[in-house]
């Protein structure tokens, strides 16, 4: 089935730091590929999506490019800040069906002053 | 657009007891999925509404779970006799399918803890 592997956490940086999260997946098809984040106490938030290969989704600063010759969805950012500590999970959307989202494990990122 | 909401935000109950939690979508999204995400973990599919029908459910959807979503509104999700194996936090999502593509949109969670 399905699959997403995720970096494993937790990873900790300085402030303003290259920030670079590992995600890889396994899919049939041509699944959408998501970043949400989750700050503690709260629920998940989108952070950025690629719906075809080569796209680049971005916002906040983060940036993920599809690339469907090595399954990756690998999340950057160039230089990080303490509100970014959060933790991150990477997703696909599975089209078997209900197009449920796929999660990997999560990574938790803390980044000191 | 006021997001996705859940009630209650936190639950304690004791093992054998029923609970109910409520989702409140976004307005005009057909679609609604229950997710539970247990401590260190992703997020596991439950279930899924598109309007009022219950399309589909995950096999992690034992027989003491039941969910519903009257009029194609907000949702429910119950849970009978509970084992401390349910305590997680439950989550829902909501999105619109639109030109064969969707984002789902979180509400904040509902953290149950049996005792």
């Known amino acids: 089935g399905n699959s997403v592997t995720q970096m494993e956490g937790p990873v900790t940086l300085s402030e303003e730091a290259f920030l670079t999260i590992n995600c890889t997946y396994t899919a049939t098809g041509y699944p959408s590929l998501f970043w949400y984040v989750q700050y503690p106490g709260e629920g998940l938030q989108l952070l950025l999506k690629?719906?075809?290969?080569?796209d680049k989704g971005s916002n906040k600063g983060f940036e993920a490019t599809y690339r469907k010759e090595t399954t990756s969805f690998h999340l950057e950012k160039g230089s990080v800040q303490v509100s970014d500590s959060a933790v991150y999970f990477c997703?696909?959307?599975?089209?078997?069906?209900?197009?449920?989202?796929?999660f990997g494990q999560g990574t938790r990122l803390t980044i000191n002053p | 657009d006021t997001g996705v909401s859940q009630d209650p935000r936190h639950k304690i109950t004791k093992r054998g007891q029923n609970v109910t939690f409520r989702c409140d979508p976004i307005?005009?999204?057909?679609?609604l999925y229950w997710y539970r995400q247990t401590l260190g973990q992703g997020p596991e599919f439950l279930t899924y509404f598109q309007n009022e029908a219950q399309l589909e459910k995950s096999r992690l959807l034992s027989d003491r779970f039941s969910a519903e979503r009257p009029k194609g509104s907000f949702s429910t999700l119950e849970i009978q006799r509970t084992e401390q194996g349910d305590s997680a936090m439950y989550l829902c999502a909501s999105s619109s399918y639109q030109r064969q593509q969707e984002t789902q949109y979180f509400g904040p969670g509902t953290r149950l803890l049996v005792l």
């Open positions: 307005s005009e999204h057909n679609r």
């Open positions: 997703a696909l959307s599975d089209f078997q069906g209900a197009q449920k989202l796929v």
């Open positions: 690629a719906t075809k290969a080569d």
